[in-house]
């Protein structure tokens, strides 16, 4: 089953509106949690998550982890059609000494009409 | 900035045939990753290496091996293709053992016929 769950899976807004993507997991020895971005290629990395309650913040974007409860959300404000991409959340864990591994959501797909 | 490149970015290849997928990065990072990305799956990892000629498994190694000979490649080898391995591959690397966010290449999107 998966380990980290994203949701919506998809979304479609208007410019200007504000999104939020929930990502929640389960997934012992946790490390951090992290956000990537992906157009038509390479993911590109938004924020790493260690600390509860810490809000990161770049631009329109910010995100936040909730390790009592187990998850996080990625918010975007005033959307842009160029905002529209896959959003992955990945959550890092620790096995043996070796080094941390990621498990990757689906993603969520949001599309921004102009 | 930090380069992950990837040789091809279009692939066919026949059922059966040996395929190579290349990977090279240029910021000395010690650890590099294979994901496959398949719609309405996400990333999955099939091997990573910490250090040269160091390799592990990851969720789905069967039907792949990889080649790490210098620090900067990291070789992805599908020993005889086959059509469910017809995916997008994407390489990735990180600086430290954890806490160090991945960077990718543009992917390797291969079809097998």
């Known amino acids: 089953e998966d380990k980290v769950v994203q949701s919506p899976l998809s979304l479609v807004v208007h410019e200007g509106d504000t999104v939020t993507l929930n990502c929640s997991y389960e997934v012992t020895n946790f490390r951090s949690l992290l956000w990537y971005k992906q157009e038509k290629k390479a993911p590109t990395f938004l924020f790493m998550l260690t600390s509860s309650g810490i809000e990161k913040k770049s631009g329109r974007l910010s995100s936040i982890l909730d390790k009592k409860e187990l998850f996080s959300i990625l918010n975007i404000t005033a959307t842009q059609t160029g905002d529209s991409a896959i959003y992955l959340c990945?959550?890092?864990?620790?096995?043996?000494?070796?080094?941390?591994?990621?498990?990757f959501g689906r993603g969520t797909q949001l599309t921004v009409w102009p | 900035d930090v380069k992950v490149t990837q040789s091809s970015r279009y692939l066919v290849k026949r059922t059966g045939e040996k395929v190579f997928l290349e990977c090279v990065q240029d910021?000395?990072?010690?650890?590099m990753f294979w994901y496959r990305q398949d719609p309405g799956l996400g990333l999955r990892l099939i091997y990573f290496?910490?250090?040269?000629?160091?390799?592990e498994k990851g969720d789905i190694p069967e039907g792949y091996s990889v080649s790490r000979e210098k620090k900067e490649r990291f070789s992805l080898i599908l020993e005889s293709a086959s059509t469910n391995q017809t995916s997008m591959y994407l390489c990735?690397?990180?600086?430290?053992?954890?806490?160090?966010?991945?960077?990718f290449g543009n992917g390797t999107r291969l079809t097998v016929t």
């Open positions: 990945a959550v890092e864990w620790y096995k043996g000494s070796t080094l941390g591994r990621l498990y």
């Open positions: 990735a690397s990180s600086f430290r053992k954890y806490n160090s966010p991945l960077h």
């Open positions: 290496s910490y250090d040269v000629k160091m390799k």
């Open positions: 910021m000395d990072h010690e650890n």
